[in-house]
């Protein structure tokens, strides 16, 4: 049903994108005969071309994971407040952005910074194709702005680490050896009754995760602490972990097929993908060259067309293995 399902979207696009260009067509002809006039034949054309585009969008996003939803992270770089600052201010910018696209936003974790923004936040975004949206945004993220949090009004710059996976399903098999993980349990901070900070609600999940072809071994670390049933924490951590594991098994499968990474940044401090310049009023992608001067528009979540400018030019090159 679900592939179903898929192939009667492409149907019904490909159809919205048939009847525009008849009617351009129909357009052109009765302009000439002078029944309609040349902005009603413009209006036409641009109907036509903005069905086009869209499908030839959507058609970037082909891979298996592209249709999932997704776990972002947001981890705040060296810098103190500052830093903290700027990720708080990435996380409103992406939940902006889900809520403006029709995805549910749910945080899984959350540390609050020292003095102002936080340290780490884990969200998830559930919707259809959340995850291929949203991949390109894996990186390095600058602020270049004269900080409220310097007195003597310098210009600073920060850095905030962004990561995003694909969020498994139960359709998808995941193996997970039960005597590679333990849990702890704590008690959840903030506001939310006398259960939440009373009761050992927060789980904490340690996996040790082997690399299958190098034999070496990491922990994976996983806190949740979105619910006040520990249970309930448990199960969402299980679905974080698994999901992790299937973006692991993804990127050796893209490495393995020789695709673009030769083309991307590092995800490391000083290979930004994106730069958020305040002074300037200018925001601008370091691997597409796609910038914009709405920077509160960008702070507020419209970040489409740095999404669409970086699937334009590399997805249809990950889908072919290039």
């Not at 102002?116 to 975004?125: D, E, F, P, R, Y």
């Not at 945004?137 to 409220?148: F, I, Q």
């Amino acid at each position: 049903m679900k592939v179903v399902k898929e192939l009667k979207k492409w149907i019904e696009l490909y159809n919205e994108v048939h009847a525009a260009a008849e009617e351009l067509e129909l357009a052109y002809e009765y302009v000439k005969e002078g029944i309609i006039s040349e902005d009603e034949v413009d209006e036409a054309y641009r109907k036509a071309l903005e069905l086009v585009e869209n499908l030839e969008f959507r058609n970037m996003l082909r891979q298996e994971a592209d249709q999932m939803s997704c776990v972002l992270k947001i981890n705040s770089g060296a810098g103190g407040t500052e830093s903290q600052d700027w990720a708080f201010m990435l996380m409103r910018m992406y939940i902006r952005w889900a809520e403006s696209s029709g995805y549910k936003v749910t945080i899984n974790n959350l540390q609050e910074g020292d003095e102002a923004g936080i340290k780490s936040v884990t969200m998830q975004l559930e919707g259809d194709f959340a995850y291929g949206y949203l991949k390109g945004e894996n990186g390095v993220h600058r602020l270049v702005r004269v900080s409220p949090y310097n007195t003597q009004g310098k210009r600073m710059t920060s850095f905030a680490s962004v990561f995003v996976s694909p969020l498994v399903n139960d359709t998808i098999e995941i193996e997970i050896n039960p005597f590679d993980y333990t849990w702890d349990t704590f008690r959840s901070g903030g506001a939310g009754g006398q259960n939440v900070n009373k009761v050992e609600t927060g789980v904490r999940l340690r996996y040790n995760y082997k690399d299958p072809d190098t034999g070496e071994t990491r922990e994976i670390l996983i806190e949740n602490t979105e619910s006040r049933s520990q249970l309930d924490n448990r199960a969402n951590a299980m679905r974080l972990l698994r999901s992790m594991l299937y973006d692991i098994a993804l990127q050796k499968r893209m490495a393995e097929q020789q695709k673009i990474e030769s083309n991307k940044k590092k995800i490391e401090w000083g290979s930004q993908i994106r730069s958020y310049v305040f002074d300037d009023r200018r925001v601008k992608d370091h691997r597409t060259n796609f910038q914009t001067s709405d920077v509160n528009g960008v702070m507020d979540g419209k970040i489409d067309g740095f999404i669409k400018a970086y699937l334009m030019e590399f997805a249809a090159e990950e889908a072919s293995g290039k």
